[in-house]
């Protein structure tokens, strides 16, 4: 069996004295995808951070490839090939499309280098059309591509995407799916949060459901789609 | 409120233009917008959806064209005036008081509606009114809970649905939503949606979504653009069904499956 | 008896600061050869930073007068700082002993019985800079100078002598305080080509001035003259450029008395440093106090007298002897110096006895 | 929130400021008398920088305005009626802000800063410059304003008892007007637009103009510090209306704590004990200051109004950070 | 004006719009760029000048000074990254003015006394102490002329580095996001050390260049602080050539201001800072 990648275990995550995340046990393998689920504050975007130490957990470890990570800085977590695409964005403003893209791109941890400038391009023919646009200028849309694209730079091994079709349309999310799949197909495991739980559990082998800060469901897609009082009970659908 | 008439023309655009450099955003387009009436503006990412809803609320002058609210024109009026007037607006990407409680800026937005500048003296906590506009669209937007929470720290979804709170509280009569469904749950976004309809019975509504359940759950009329051009215009079914539509912007049903 | 009180509000920090300390040192060697007593008495020292701060200037006297209860004021070196020090003085009826400032007004329409000066009135050097390049046959002169009080009194008292001596100022030129790029000017001044110039600046913006100037080419064509401080405690920054510069100014290296050899080697001794013009008005506004003092048997509360001693008493400075005028400023000679090496060598006394003319002084 | 909780601190700070005529200092009564007038300065920038974002560098200018307008206004030989200069000196420092805001506030951000300090810059010239005040020597104010009223002397500001109270009185009714004003609908919309003015255009607010009203109270409260000071020392200068006295005042108020009345007067008092404390006990105060400035930013995040919480929560004995 | 003196004007104009470029090129990366609100930049320039004094006066040679100053200068930087301005990024950009402030009288004091308070001048290096004869009573000192020769390579390798490497564009990125660059997995608390070192030191360079024409005094450091912040805001923060064109602007401003209108040239800069900003509320070059 594939390594474990990335590792979670008994996180528990406060903002000031509110407590968010209650003893999260996570993990994700070499290849694997992972779908994470859940209504909106219920933690789901927490996680990530504590992972990535962007937010320090209180108690709890974080292991990279097996190793301790916990009190890592984030770009030493990052630098082990985890490419994140946070919600709401994140864009150099001051940079354009060609800078944004150029600034990370980086050889995978085992020096690979599939993700090139032309393949971005290839892959998002509209920011081709934009390269020399501020990141300011961008429509929504444009700017989450960028994002996605300015992750795959980095040539990751893991890739996470937190919510990364918000704003898209439908044609470019469906483009966007296809291509994460083809990235996983390539061996790249991605952790997605995405309100299309449709496409993600059929992107993803494992899903994972959380309710105010704690693991109610984890499971196979399989198993998760033949459960649909428990996406209805838990995600409101 | 005011008195409503149904199927009354309340905001009208005609043939805006709007260049940045040497893009064409937005290229003659002409919206309607009527009372009790959710019209749709689709279009893949970077049409100019957004800048046509720029030009709409004054956030960006255009470079040409017109702008009737009630048939006056208000082309000239600035972003402050025309939600004087009574074209409120919410933004795609989220805009708020992030130092303010939920309640704050909410009642922020309902303070708006009857400004007393000179009034040095009220404490503005007092004025009720305000306050209990603010707290049934705080209710009405499912933020019930998040009264006091200070809007910074609020989940991503969370700070959507407030930003749906705030123009609520404006009372405008003409509402511009740029992808108010954005970042919601699943379980938000049909709440929105019932939220939706219900605004429609006193209002217009232009609408910017990505969201095709919810779009097609609300719509009465959709504009489709494409590059800043007017691709097509109608209700739902034909929209629905127009393969110009579907090659530019939807997609085909088998493609779903991905 | 008690202690005398003395107030020294200086500049210890900030641009001024070197100038602040070597009236210090004066004023406290002439205490120490006075066997550490003025009036017969003990000194105790209360000092304020002044900063050069004109906005602070009234509650830093204050501190000194109503906290302290100083006997008499010792400051300061900004003409700003002092003036607001004046008008405490005169309010709460303090003495005050400026050491160096020079705006005319001090001893002029703002003079007061309990204000003194041990040092020169910005007319001074200047005027006597006038007379003696008119003397000299020199007829067309430009000007350039900071745009502030100071500078422009020394300007005016150098063009009062200078035009009636039949010479004409062709080009008058300011620039706003502490500005100091001047190669502006200088194109300027060798475009008009004058037969001399005339400059009043001070500390680093002197020397950029001289070494600026003599960096132009200018310095061989037209001479350059000014008040002493054009190069007082500036030559070692000038670098050569200031070789052969003439100037006026009440002080000068090589002067022939007694008083200032002793002077100069017990400074150099004491501090470690070689005395200036700064240390010389020190030491004379504790030699004025102790004038005072003795007339008033010892007594720093009976004012009349100490004015009195004060106004009458001939200091025996290391400049050379001079007395006080009604308006309480130093009658004094005026010498014409010549940069030598590192330093101001006295030529020859341009103007004896010189005496300000305390314009609007109703004392 | 806890308005009483916090009062009891404040009525004690306040008694004690009131007693300090009791001392008979003559030089504590003004020393503590300049600083409640750096306080008054204090508070009126605060409105600007900690409540509606507007980070002026050329407050001084108001200050000067108004200390200047005083000295000039008032005879040479005779008092001045107070109850004429004072409205006269605001007034022409809110007619100077009102002016100067109708320009710079339409820069934003360190593009405001600069160029508040340009005008400034340009009052500081107007009256370093010309013979208008003096020139770079300054000017006395040698009567102070007389308060009579049709023969009735209500108080006298030659006597520095009366004086001192005068501006306590000022200060404390500045900031009951303040604190007041920022409950207002008014106020609230100035803290929006500190938080995100965008926003607040797009609710419908017409956000110039509140901008220029915070703008004009800034510049009429600055100008009422000026008064007193030129009234309390008698001499004005062009240094008033520098840049080192506009950075003074910001640096009182970050000092104090961005975004808090209280806090601003806090600023004002440690600033100017710290200058006056420190140049007592060393040649080298600039060292201890600038030491304890380093200190306070990197150990007090927020300036002292933070420390009355850090306080609280140490003695909850709550969780640590 | 005579054309002669008018050519000549010029030339000031231009050599002296040069040097306040060279001043302020260490402002335009720490603040302009990494958009630290540095008060302190006067007494870097202060402590490089200052330096020049010092290490002239051992080595006996300018050039040796600055061989020797830089690297010191940019130690110095680094450990100041490290110790104070590491911990100010996620706060209020104004704690900035407060610590700068604190700064400069530290930094004042310490001069005062490592190296007293007395105006000194450095020697220019033998091989640029001439002159170039203008007019047939004035002449060009080759040494101004050389330190625009370094503004100019200055001017172009900053834009270089900053608009044209990925250590430049990673600083901006920083500028927008910090956040998001360190999750791409670039250390940038290493980059923002290095960057402000390298502004320190630019300072420094400054203060070394100019003090043979500015002789080097107290206080020095204040006297550039202004219009450094004059000259990268009119110029647009961040831009590089905004900068330039900004300090030759108020490079001719000034010279001819003096020239011209002597009565007013207190506030020509300031009248010129106020005009360009009111007319282009972002600066002259808002980005590139
Ligand atoms: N910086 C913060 N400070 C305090 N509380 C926070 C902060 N960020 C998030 N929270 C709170 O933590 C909870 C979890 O937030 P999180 O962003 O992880 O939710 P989420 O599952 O990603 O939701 P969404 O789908 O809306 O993005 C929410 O209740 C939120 O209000
Ligand atoms: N300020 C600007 N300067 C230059 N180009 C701009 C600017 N704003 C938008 N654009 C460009 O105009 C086009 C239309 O942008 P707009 O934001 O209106 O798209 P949109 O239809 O809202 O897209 P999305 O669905 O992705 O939000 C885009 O290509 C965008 O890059
Ligand atoms: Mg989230
Ligand atoms: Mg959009």
Request: neutral net charge.
């Amino acid at each position: 069996m594939s390594n474990m990648l990335l590792e979670a275990k008994e996180v528990h995550t406060y903002y000031g004295a509110s407590h968010i995340l209650h003893g999260i046990d996570f993990n994700i393998r070499e290849g694997e995808g992972i779908a994470l689920m859940g209504r909106n504050g219920m933690g789901k975007s927490t996680l990530i951070k504590s992972m990535l130490g962007i937010v320090r957990p209180r108690h709890g470890r974080v292991l990279v490839r097996g190793d301790d990570y916990t009190k890592a800085r984030t770009y030493q977590t990052a630098q082990q090939g985890i490419a994140y695409v946070p919600e709401g964005r994140g864009i150099f403003k001051s940079l354009t499309v060609r800078e944004n893209l150029l600034m990370s791109a980086r050889a995978g941890v085992d020096g690979r280098r599939e993700w090139t400038f032309d393949r971005v391009m290839e892959t998002f023919p509209r920011l081709g059309e934009r390269i020399n646009n501020g990141g300011w200028q961008l429509s929504g849309g444009e700017q989450q591509m960028l994002t996605i694209g300015r992750a795959l730079m980095t040539n990751p091994d893991l890739l996470i995407l937190d919510e990364a079709t918000e704003g898209l349309a439908p044609l470019i999310a469906m483009e966007i799916w296809r291509i994460v799949k083809e990235i996983r197909r390539t061996g790249i495991a991605t952790v997605i949060v995405d309100k299309n739980h449709g496409a993600v559990t059929s992107i993803c082998d494992r899903a994972m459901i959380l309710v105010k800060g704690q693991v109610v469901f984890d499971g196979t897609s399989d198993e998760i789609r033949a459960q649909p009082e428990l996406i209805q009970k838990h995600l409101g659908v | 409120m005011s008195t409503t008439t149904k199927n009354e023309v309340l905001l009208q655009a005609d043939r805006l233009t709007r260049r940045f450099g040497g893009l064409v955003a937005n290229q003659d387009i002409s919206v309607t917008l009527e009372r009790q009436m959710i019209h749709v503006l689709l279009g893949p990412n970077g049409a100019g959806k957004s800048t046509c809803i720029n030009m709409l609320s004054g956030d960006l002058p255009p470079s040409e064209g017109r702008i009737h609210y009630l048939g006056k024109d208000i082309t000239a009026l600035t972003a402050a005036q025309r939600s004087q007037v009574g074209i409120g607006r919410s933004y795609q990407r989220t805009n708020i008081f992030p130092q303010f409680t939920v309640l704050e800026n909410v009642r922020l937005a309902a303070q708006s509606r009857r400004q007393q500048p000179w009034s040095l003296f009220t404490k503005a906590m007092e004025q009720k009114w305000a306050l209990d506009k603010a707290r049934a669209c705080i209710e009405e937007a499912g933020l019930g809970k998040r009264v006091d929470w200070v809007s910074g720290v609020l989940s991503h979804g969370e700070q959507r649905q407030l930003e749906i709170a705030m123009v609520l509280s404006t009372d405008a009569q003409v509402l511009l939503l740029d992808e108010p469904l954005a970042g919601m749950g699943s379980e938000e976004s049909a709440s929105m949606v019932e939220v939706l309809k219900r605004l429609r019975q006193t209002r217009g509504i232009l609408l910017v979504e990505h969201d095709m359940d919810a779009v097609f759950a609300v719509a009465d009329m959709i504009t489709v653009m494409v590059n800043g051009q007017l691709l097509e215009c109608g209700p739902p079914a034909q929209i629905k069904a127009s393969v110009a539509v579907q090659q530019a912007y939807l997609g085909t049903e088998d493609s779903f499956h991905v | 008896a008690d202690k005398v009180k003395v107030g020294l509000m200086l500049p210890y920090t900030g641009t001024y600061a070197a100038l602040g300390t070597a009236i210090t040192n004066g004023f406290k060697q002439f205490v120490d050869e006075n066997g550490g007593k003025l009036g017969g008495r003990e000194v105790e020292y209360f000092t304020v930073d002044d900063e050069s701060n004109p906005a602070k200037a009234t509650e830093n006297a204050k501190k000194l007068v109503s906290r302290d209860k100083v006997d008499v004021l010792v400051g300061t070196v900004h003409s700003g700082v002092a003036l607001a020090m004046a008008k405490v003085a005169r309010d709460t009826k303090t003495l005050m002993i400026v050491p160096n400032a020079g705006a005319n007004d001090l001893t002029g329409p703002l003079c007061s019985p309990y204000v003194f000066r041990s040092s020169f009135s910005a007319w001074q050097p200047s005027y006597a800079m006038g007379e003696a390049l008119a003397k000299k046959g020199i007829k067309n002169v430009a000007t350039v100078t900071w745009k502030y009080s100071f500078g422009e009194e020394s300007v005016a008292g150098f063009k009062e002598a200078f035009e009636k001596g039949g010479g004409k100022l062709v080009k008058e030129m300011t620039l706003p305080f502490p500005n100091v790029e001047f190669q502006p000017f200088l194109t300027e001044i060798a475009s008009a080509k004058p037969d001399a110039v005339f400059v009043f600046f001070a500390g680093a913006g002197a020397a950029k001035f001289v070494a600026d100037y003599a960096a132009a080419g200018l310095k061989n064509s037209i001479p350059l003259y000014g008040p002493g401080f054009l190069t007082d405690g500036n030559l070692g920054a000038m670098g050569g450029a200031g070789e052969g510069l003439l100037t006026t100014l009440h002080y000068a290296d090589g002067l022939t008395n007694a008083k200032d050899a002793a002077f100069r080697t017990k400074y150099a001794q004491t501090y470690k440093l070689q005395p200036d013009v700064y240390a010389v008005q020190g030491y004379d506004a504790a030699q004025m106090y102790e004038a005072g003092l003795k007339a008033a048997g010892g007594d720093p509360e009976k004012k009349e007298d100490v004015i009195k001693g004060m106004e009458s008493a001939k200091i025996d400075s290391p400049r050379g002897a001079f007395t006080l005028s009604k308006a309480h400023n130093p009658v004094q000679d005026i010498y014409m110096r010549q940069v030598k090496g590192d330093q101001n060598v006295m030529l020859e006394v341009v103007s004896k006895s010189l005496e300000d003319p305390a314009r609007g002084c109703k004392m | 929130m806890n308005a009483n909780a916090s009062l009891i601190p404040k009525l004690v700070a306040l008694a004690i400021v009131a007693c300090v005529p009791l001392s008979g200092e003559s030089f504590y009564i003004e020393i503590v008398g300049k600083v409640l007038v750096m306080a008054i300065f204090a508070m009126s920038l605060d409105l600007l920088v900690g409540f509606t974002g507007l980070v002026s560098f050329g407050h001084a200018a108001y200050f000067g305005i108004a200390a200047y307008a005083v000295a000039i206004l008032s005879p040479e030989y005779e008092a001045a009626s107070l109850w004429y200069v004072l409205p006269a000196s605001v007034g022409l420092s809110a007619l100077a802000a009102f002016v100067i805001g109708l320009f710079v506030l339409r820069t934003k951000g360190i593009y405001f800063i600069m160029v508040t300090l340009a005008f400034a810059q340009m009052a500081y010239f107007i009256f370093h410059d010309t013979p208008l005040g003096g020139g770079s020597d300054g000017k006395y104010l040698n009567n102070k304003p007389s308060a009579s009223i049709f023969g009735w002397e209500p108080f006298d500001l030659t006597n520095e008892v009366h004086m001192f109270y005068f501006i306590l009185a000022v200060l404390v009714l500045v900031y009951l007007f303040l604190a007041r004003v920022l409950q207002s609908p008014f106020g609230r919309v100035l803290v929006g637009i500190k938080s995100n003015e965008h926003r607040m255009q797009s609710l419908g607010y017409l956000t110039f103009r509140y901008k220029l009203g915070a703008f004009t109270l800034a510049g009429a409260l600055g100008g009422l510090a000026g008064f007193l000071y030129a009234v309390l020392f008698g001499f004005v200068t062009p240094e008033l209306l520098s840049w080192h006295e506009s950075g003074n005042v910001l640096l009182m108020v970050i000092l104090g704590g961005m975004g808090n009345l209280a806090g601003a007067i806090a600023g004002a008092f440690a600033f100017e004990a710290m200058r006056e404390i420190f140049a007592d006990i060393t040649k080298y105060w600039q060292l201890l200051m600038g030491g304890v400035i380093v200190a306070v930013v990197l150990f007090l995040p927020g300036g002292l109004a933070g420390v009355p919480g850090r306080i609280k929560r140490a003695l909850q004995g709550g969780e640590a950070k | 004006m005579d054309f002669a003196s008018f050519l000549i004007q010029t030339l000031n104009s231009l050599q002296y719009g040069l040097l306040l470029f060279l001043v302020a090129s260490g402002l335009t990366l720490v603040f302009g760029i990494m958009g630290i609100i540095n008060l302190a930049h006067g007494s870097f320039y202060m402590i490089g000048a200052y330096l020049a004094f010092v290490l002239t006066s051992a080595t006996g040679s300018l050039v040796l000074a600055v061989v020797l100053g830089i690297p010191l200068a940019l130690a110095f930087g680094a450990f100041l990254e490290w110790a104070l301005f590491s911990h100010l990024y996620k706060r209020d950009h104004l704690e900035q003015v407060l610590l700068t402030y604190g700064l400069i009288l530290i930094f004042e004091q310490l001069r005062s006394l490592l190296v007293g308070d007395d105006v000194h001048g450095v020697a220019i290096p033998a091989f640029l102490d001439a002159s170039i004869q203008l007019t047939e009573v004035m002449s060009y000192p080759v040494y101004r002329l050389a330190i625009s020769v370094v503004c100019i390579v200055l001017a172009v390798a900053l834009y270089y580095v900053i608009q044209r490497t990925r250590l430049g564009m990673m600083i901006r990125a920083g500028n927008d996001d910090r956040g998001m660059v360190e999750a791409l997995g670039i250390n940038i608390n290493m980059i923002y050390r290095v960057v402000f070192a390298l502004g320190v030191a630019l300072a420094a360079l400054a203060g070394m260049l100019a003090a043979p024409i500015s002789s080097v005094f107290p206080n020095m450091g204040s006297h550039v602080l202004i219009i450094s912040f004059v000259i990268v805001v009119i110029g647009g923060i961040g831009s590089v050539w905004g900068a330039l064109v900004a300090a030759l602007i108020v490079g001719f401003a000034d010279t001819f201001g003096k020239v011209l209108v002597p009565e007013l040239s207190g506030i020509v800069v300031y009248v010129v800072m106020a005009v360009v900003l009111l007319w282009r509320p972002e600066g002259i070059l808002k980005k590139g």
